[in-house]
């Protein structure tokens, strides 16, 4: 049994180790003590305990604040040390106290409105775009929320007494728009600010340290990084984070020890793929901004892998044109991905409120991947040639040259 893993990997850490050498030790300390090199998978739904008046003070115990369980696990939904390490870890890599882990980002996010609803703060106030997903549980109130939309500068002014929770994603899916996090933090007073930092990774923006006292991520994109794992992720204060765990043992969106052994080894190489993924995007942002057939290109000023361009017609015609290129919903990935949010993963919001929000019917977004750039390109510009032949393109829009076209770094 790997009953190590929980909580005791702050004791063997001496200096403060920098993000690179975090993300190949970080939840794995230990492991050497124990004679192992690669981490334990614990499958164990319940634990054998003779001592049942001890397990019965940790049930309490836990009752009362939410803390990881000390001495052996009681029970898969309380805790598991396989998913304990990757918590351990991401909670190194964000700069937060600690982590809790679910069965995928909506998991997380539910939690979080859970946690705050619990204690009667159910306004919520929220700047779009936000995923699609996350904006459609807000406005359609499915766990009993009632959101305020805002831009940045109108947050200090949408809060109310019963305001449990700020959202903003920085940068945005599907714009990349960004917003200045530290601003943010300091408008939202004592009510705690939710970053969704799924786009910009640890690697790019730490947005605790900006003042965010909670940083989610859907760690099914960038964290897991393989397209093979759902799950999401709350780095935040331990407090919390005690909460948390029991609406998570409460509900029961937990994540399975595969998932968490996968996100594990996603973690190891999440600066390394981000790094150069982020290059082949940038290099790709450059490319698509100077070419006639693009309207505008959306890339944010800290960089990453994802960019968003708008084109002279008929985004379907790109999206059935693609060949090296996988046209498909979510992002993160070794391999590069391309949809068309109007349609797919924003398509739930009403299209008011999405077109409101900046995400245009023409616009498409790219998770770039690690691919070579010159084959990544030569993809785009053949699917791209689609829009000079299909007869509805034509009429939609004549492909005048744009020269002069900027790179558009969204921000608020
Ligand atoms: C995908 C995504 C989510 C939802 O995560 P799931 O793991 O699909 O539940 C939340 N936020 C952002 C920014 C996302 O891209």
Redesign the pocket.
């Given at each position: 049994m790997d009953t190590a893993s929980m909580g005791a990997h702050d004791a063997v850490r001496t200096a403060p180790r920098a993000l690179a050498t975090e993300a190949v030790h970080a939840g794995r300390d230990d492991l050497a003590r124990q004679g192992l090199h690669a981490p334990p998978i614990d499958l164990s739904t319940t634990y054998p305990s003779y001592d049942s008046r001890g397990e019965a003070a940790r049930i309490d115990a836990f009752a009362a604040t939410g803390a990881d369980p000390d001495g052996p696990p009681v029970y898969g939904r309380l805790g598991n040390p396989t998913v304990a390490r990757f918590e351990t870890a991401l909670a190194r890599l964000e700069g937060s106290e600690a982590a809790v882990a679910f069965a995928?980002?909506?998991?997380a996010?539910s939690a979080v409105l859970l946690v705050r609803a619990s204690m009667g703060l159910r306004h919520v106030v929220a700047v779009r775009p936000?995923?699609g997903?996350?904006d459609h549980l807000l406005t359609a109130g499915l766990l009993g929320s009632e959101v305020t939309w805002t831009d940045p500068a109108g947050i200090a002014e949408a809060l109310r007494p019963d305001t449990g929770l700020v959202i903003v994603?920085s940068p945005a899916?599907p714009t990349l728009a960004e917003v200045d996090l530290r601003a943010v933090a300091h408008a939202c007073g004592s009510v705690p600010l939710l970053v969704?930092n799924?786009?910009a990774t640890p690697v790019l923006q730490r947005p605790a340290e900006q003042g965010a006292r909670l940083v989610?991520h859907?760690?099914?994109?960038y964290l897991g990084g393989h397209g093979d794992v759902?799950?999401?992720v709350v780095a935040c204060d331990e407090e919390f984070a005690g909460r948390l765990r029991q609406v998570r043992f409460a509900t029961g969106g937990v994540l399975h020890p595969l998932a968490g052994y996968l996100l594990l080894r996603g973690l190891s190489t999440l600066p390394v793929r981000v790094r150069a993924a982020s290059a082949n995007a940038a290099e790709l942002a450059h490319r698509l901004a100077a070419d006639p057939r693009v309207t505008r290109v959306h890339y944010p000023r800290i960089g990453g892998a994802m960019v968003s361009f708008e084109i002279h017609g008929d985004p379907h015609e790109v999206i059935a044109g693609v060949r090296l290129i996988t046209p498909a919903v979510?992002?993160g990935s070794v391999d590069t991905l391309i949809q068309h949010p109007a349609s797919i993963s924003h398509r739930i919001v009403d299209a008011d409120d999405r077109r409101g929000a900046g995400v245009s019917d023409r616009l498409l977004r790219m998770s770039v991947g690690l691919e070579d750039v010159d084959d990544l390109w030569s993809d785009l510009d053949q699917a791209l040639k689609r829009l000079e032949t299909a007869p509805t393109a034509l009429r939609c829009s004549p492909p005048h040259p744009h020269p002069s076209k900027q790179i558009h770094p969204a921000a608020q």
């Open positions: 995928s980002g909506m998991a996010l936000l995923y997903c996350s994603e899916n969704d799924t786009f989610l859907s760690a099914t994109k759902l799950a999401g979510s992002l």
